[in-house]
């Protein structure tokens, strides 16, 4: 069996990788470990900290490792490759797989097959608007504002692309709609709920991803 390790930026992550990718991919004799950062046990730090995780991940053997940490949380002074740069490319998928590229050259070239760079576009929450038509069945009337939800999904052509300013970020309006949200709890056993099929037809770089874990 293959071993795939994902960095989680924090428990929403990990617990995205342990309830809703570790099935799947045992199917495809592939066993997911998912620790979180370990310098901030949770949280984005710079990528020479993250680099040197990767490293150490690496360095252990047999594996191939990538990361799950969100693009809206990275600052310029994390130093990312090709950060600056990035941001004269004024398409999202094209900025990031600019990234993904100069993350990977960033890699010592021996280690740098085993390494799968990514970032996920604007965060994690953004993959539970995939498919809101699971929150009226998990929520109460009284908790959950539905009409946030479908202006949110209305207003972007893909969840990926749901915008990332503080106010109205995935997350932020998860929490705005759902009184008590948890985005530990909820956020993964709301994604198992909208099924990794759904999340991956709705989330083009999310599935670009997940098709190159599985060719590990």
């Known amino acids: 069996m293959k071993r795939l390790i994902i960095i989680c930026e924090g428990a929403t992550e990990q617990a995205f990788c342990n309830d809703v990718l570790r099935d799947y ?9 998912a620790p979180t950062i370990k310098h901030s046990n949770g ?9 040197k995780q990767i490293i150490k991940h ?5 594996c191939t490792v990538s990361l799950l940490v969100d693009y809206y949380r990275i600052r310029d002074s994390y130093h990312f490759p090709g950060w600056m740069e990035s941001k004269g490319i004024a398409n999202l998928y094209d ?7 100069q993350m990977a050259l960033d890699m010592d070239e021996a280690q740098r097959p085993r390494f799968i760079p990514y970032i996920q576009l604007h965060e994690f929450e953004g993959l539970l608007f995939s498919d809101i038509s699971v929150f009226p069945r998990n929520f109460t009337k009284e908790q959950l504002d539905f009409p946030q939800l479908e202006r949110a999904v209305n207003d972007f052509k893909t969840p ?4 990332n300013s503080p106010a109205t970020a995935p997350s932020e309006r998860l929490k705005k709609a759902i009184n008590g949200y948890d985005k530990v709890t909820d956020g993964a ?11 991956r037809k709705k989330c083009i770089l999310f599935n670009e991803w997940i098709e190159r874990l599985e060719t590990c």
């Open 25 to 33: 991919f045992l199917t495809k004799d592939i066993l997911i470990e």
């Open 189 to 199: 056993f709301l994604a198992l709920e909208i099924g990794l099929e759904t999340i």
């Open 43 to 51: 949280g984005i730090v710079a990528w020479d900290t993250l680099k």
């Open 95 to 101: 900025r990031m797989h600019y990234l993904f590229e």
């Open 160 to 163: 990926e692309e749901i915008n």
């Open 58 to 62: 690496l360095n252990e053997g047999n």
